[in-house]
């Protein structure tokens, strides 16, 4: 079995696998509120309506309500519905106690609520750790999947700082943060609390806009000081306490140039208690606009490392040079996470390629560079040489590779650096490894910080990948970070995630925000890891996350990182700027996202091609993977549309590509892969019929058919006869029609199952029976102690029932009806009898078991059908008994059955053991 490096499933922001362009800009409109249900207007619908009017007039495309009764929260999501507002909510209770003002007594019926002009995902609710107080979020599924929370704060005390400094700090992790993240509520302190030096709020703000946190708040530009930088502040949204609603976003993902107004809500009649009798408003608090320009700007993927390759380390064992092992799970992972650069150590050239190669085959292209770092090295067979991998999504360009210091006999150290295109932005991507020896490292950290620093200097992004074989707070590490002690200008993917804060070596406060800790990546167990390998970052990127995964590969573990790319201070990218005067660029195009689906279905292909110049023509095309069989066929619903679906007649990988022409420039093209699972054949048997009757002896021909999706796709049939007997042959146009006698009397549940070439199977089964003229009869004089459910007109009734019955067939009857004996039960306490009126067919097995089934009267009324199950050694009676009415056969609700929960073919139905007289079978 191959060892497999083991990865959490991507992040909710992930949608697009292929390449992202240059971010996108997608605005967005954002409407706060906190109408004070639970408190002014008790629930009233009157201010429910003026909320409704106002989304009516305005199409926000978030709408954030605190201090909202439930009903209300319910009544507004009615009216969104009837309007035809494509509006999804959230309600999140923050009471656990009744609120009366509400109107009702029931627990948690007040608390916020969130509309989202979008589908929603992982709704949850959060509470401070400090107080009882907190709020709800959901995942907006915009352009970019966008966090969005509401909350109501603590009034302005010492637990409301404590309230922002938890939202500001370890609140919500990384994971979370990486996302674009909106963030809205009554906060309950103005701007200015506790003090104007001081705010409590500036935790909260960017330091672009005068405080020490990573958001934007919508009315952070002062209306007084036009062309003045932002600042905590901004209109009163609450007559008596001035500002205390806000709406933040964050600066990774969203222009510095938001915007906020705050508007009177207007009149609403209340029914009782208005809040403000001066001007008959519904609430004590004012609506808050904010409009934001979200960067359509997915994080950059980084996945770094140590394969091990060329060392066998006894416990875990290394891969060695094996591509066998390491290289299929290394590239395993990367399908799985798609990075866009991956940084690899102590790798042999032959799972070098072997990644690429696989990588390909499945469609992700990926571009690379080798440094050998060891040779000859014997535990890498082939080349013999070991050494760094950088690898990206783009191709690499000015590839350069900057020997270290230290090295020493067969080993050397470098710095590989090139550059890659990430967002349409020229960065630089650096892979290394430090030395083992600690003497070593200082002088080899130093030179790669200056080599980096240049970089930096250049005006490049600069992402850097590697095993740098020391802890964070080591002094060899000091070049490298930007903070707590370091004079580097570089910043670590895993230094935000407060749960490595603290620990015997090294802690921060989850007031600094970053420290230099992070998650163990070496060695295997987890119970000993600590931090060496590590994906640093310059400034121009934001929203960082770090996540050690697992492995069985390496004595490492694989590090991955998501970074932001901004634009340097923390802010989005500024827009790609046009063509020169008279040039003529090639438009830009986009296959969309990698998609999953099924073979046969038609999956929409969200393509795009843009030119400012002229109106491209466009064409699809696609490449089967070395997983699709022969004779797969693909079709595009229009192969000249950019929205069109595709679909496929079998399973496998595809890559689809859209080319766009302007008739000027070169052809461009955009590739998405298309992973396409299998699905079952579902057969369907049309004879023979259920309950169906045969003379042993005589042929009982199998009609069946069956679909597939995958029209690609063989088939093979296999039939369980019940007899002992068993079929198994390929199926013919879509069908597996068969022909079985049976010899002997009994009743058959016929299984058929169709399993196609990929492994999918789907069955079906019908019962039929069999009767023999010749095989015998049956006789019983015998009772039964009737349980408890089995009389459906009186199921809590118990008590004796007795049976009397000898059918059989008469010499020279051909069947199936038998043409002697009766069939009489009574149960005693009731007045249920039943006697046989006619008899339709009797089966007596060669294993002393027998069924007959026919008409009767119950209580003297005519329309029933029954079937009597006996075992003859031990003795075992069952009897159902059903309106014919319902049908000719029993399935719906009997009038009366003994064993109801049993199955109706003579094996499987469990017939209830005699208390008194026998059951004799009669051969």
């Known amino acids: 079995m191959i060892a497999a490096i083991l990865t959490v499933p991507p992040p909710a922001e992930s949608r697009a696998s292929a390449p992202a362009a240059a971010p996108a800009v997608r605005p967005l409109k954002i409407m706060n509120y906190n109408l004070c249900g639970a408190s002014c207007n008790g629930g009233d619908f009157a201010v429910v309506d003026m909320v409704f009017r106002k989304i009516q007039a305005e199409r926000p495309d978030i709408v954030t309500l605190q201090e909202t009764c439930r009903d209300q929260a319910g009544r507004l999501q009615d009216l969104l519905d009837d309007a035809g507002y494509g509006m999804r909510s959230y309600f999140s209770?923050?009471?656990?106690?009744?609120?009366?003002?509400?109107?009702?007594l029931l627990p948690y019926s007040a608390g916020n609520a969130i509309y989202v002009r979008a589908a929603i995902r992982d709704a949850a609710d959060f509470e401070f750790r400090s107080t009882d107080r907190g709020g709800g979020c959901v995942t907006a599924e915009f352009e970019v999947w966008t966090r969005v929370c509401s909350l109501h704060g603590t009034p302005k005390d010492e637990d409301a700082a404590k309230e922002i400094k938890e939202m500001a700090t370890d609140l919500f992790p990384p994971s979370v943060r990486r996302m674009p993240f909106i963030l809205a509520g009554d906060f309950n302190v103005t701007p200015t609390w506790p003090s104007p030096e001081d705010p409590a709020v500036a935790m909260m703000y960017a330091p672009q806009a005068g405080g020490t946190g990573d958001y934007w708040e919508v009315d952070q530009f002062p209306d007084d000081c036009p062309g003045c930088p932002p600042r905590p502040?901004?209109?009163?949204?609450?007559p008596g306490e001035?500002?205390?609603d806000y709406i933040f976003v964050s600066a990774a993902h969203f222009d510095r140039e938001v915007s906020g107004r705050v508007e009177n809500e207007g009149d609403c009649q209340v029914g009782s208690g208005d809040p403000k009798p001066d001007d008959a408003r519904c609430s004590d608090h004012d609506i808050l606009w904010g409009e934001a320009r979200l960067r359509v700007n997915e994080p950059v993927r980084i996945f770094q490392f140590n394969m091990c390759g060329a060392r066998q380390v006894p416990v875990p064992a290394c891969a060695g040079g094996a591509v066998g092992s390491a290289a299929p799970a290394v590239a395993s992972s990367i399908l799985d996470f798609r990075p866009d650069v991956v940084t690899l150590n102590e790798v042999c050239r032959e799972q070098y390629d072997e990644v690429l190669r696989i990588t390909g085959a499945n469609g992700h292209a990926l571009h690379g560079q080798f440094t050998v770092t060891r040779a000859p090295e014997s535990a890498c067979r082939g080349s013999g040489e070991r050494g760094n991998a950088l690898i990206s999504r783009t191709p690499l360009s000015d590839a350069e590779t900057t020997a270290l210091p230290g090295g020493a006999g067969p080993d050397s150290y470098s710095l590989t650096c090139a550059g890659v295109t990430l967002r349409e932005r020229a960065v630089k991507a650096c892979v290394t490894q430090l030395s083992s020896v600690a003497e070593a490292r200082p002088a080899q950290a130093e030179a790669v910080a200056q080599r980096i620093d240049g970089h930096i200097g250049g005006g490049f992004p600069v992402i850097l990948g590697g095993d740098f074989q020391a802890r964070p707070?080591?002094?060899?590490?000091?070049?490298?970070y930007s903070h707590h002690g370091g004079t580097g200008k570089l910043h670590e993917v895993d230094e935000t995630d407060t749960q490595y804060f603290a620990s015997p070596e090294y802690s921060c406060p989850v007031d600094d925000r970053r420290c230099r800790?992070?998650?163990?990546?070496?060695?295997?167990?987890v119970a000993l890891q600590y931090k060496l390998d590590y994906v640093f970052v310059s400034d121009d990127f934001a929203a960082l996350d770090g996540d050690a995964t697992r492995t069985s590969v390496s004595s490492h573990v694989p590090l991955r990182g998501w970074a932001t790319l901004t634009g340097g201070d923390g802010a989005p990218p500024p827009p790609t700027p046009g063509p020169p005067p008279g040039q003529n660029l090639p438009p830009s195009v986009s296959a969309g996202p990698d998609l999953s689906g099924a073979e046969g279905q038609r999956l929409r292909l969200a393509g795009?091609?843009?030119?400012?110049e002229s109106t491209p023509t466009v064409a699809w095309s696609f490449t089967a993977g070395d997983d699709v069989d022969p004779g797969?066929?693909?079709?595009?619903?229009?192969a000249h549309a950019e929205s069109t679906t595709f679909s496929c007649t079998d399973d496998g990988t595809f890559l689809v590509t859209l080319t766009a022409d302007d008739g000027v420039n070169a052809p461009v093209g955009d590739t998405a892969r298309i992973r396409l699972r299998n699905l079952p054949p579902r057969p369907a048997i049309t004879g023979p019929q259920p309950w169906s009757v045969h003379r042993a002896g005589t042929p009982v021909r199998l009609a069946a058919g069956f679909t597939d999706p995958g029209a690609n796709d063989t088939h093979t049939c296999e039939v369980e006869w019940d007899d002992g007997a068993s079929d198994s042959y390929a199926a013919a146009r879509q069908a597996c029609d068969r022909t079985h006698t049976f010899a002997s009397a009994g009743m058959y549940t016929i299984k058929l199952t169709v399993t196609d070439d990929d492994g999918g199977s789907g069955a079906a089964e019908v019962m039929v029976v069999v009767y023999d003229p010749d095989a015998g009869f049956v006789t019983s004089g015998a009772r039964i102690d009737s349980p408890t459910g089995a009389l459906t007109g009186d199921p809590g009734h118990t008590g004796r029932g007795s049976f009397q019955f000898n059918p059989k067939y008469r010499p020279h009857d051909e069947g199936p009806a038998p043409g002697g004996g009766k069939v009489s039960f009574r149960l005693a306490g009731t007045d249920f009898d039943l006697d046989a009126t006619e008899l339709e067919w009797l089966v007596v097995t060669r294993h002393g078991r027998a069924a007959v089934k026919g008409e009767a009267t119950v209580s003297g009324r005519t329309g029933y059908g029954f079937v009597l199950y006996g075992y003859d050694d031990p003795d075992k009676l069952r009897l159902v008994v059903w309106p014919l009415s319902d049908g000719p056969v029993p399935g719906g609700t009997p009038t009366y059955d003994n064993r109801r929960t049993a199955g109706f073919d003579l094996d499987a139905a469990q017939p209830q053991d005699v208390s008194g007289g026998n059951v004799q079978v009669h051969k």
């Not at 502040?233 to 609450?238: D, I, M, N, Q, R």
């Not at 795009?608 to 400012?612: E, T």
């Not at 797969?632 to 229009?638: A, I, L, M, R």
């Open 473 to 480: 707070w080591d002094a060899a590490l000091t070049p490298l």
């Open 608 to 612: 795009s091609a843009n030119d400012p």
């Open 517 to 525: 800790t992070g998650e163990g990546t070496y060695p295997v167990p």
């Open 242 to 244: 001035g500002k205390i």
């Open 93 to 104: 209770s923050s009471r656990l106690l009744p609120a009366p003002d509400c109107g009702t």
């Open 632 to 638: 797969t066929t693909c079709s595009f619903e229009n």
């Open 233 to 238: 502040g901004g209109a009163p949204t609450h």
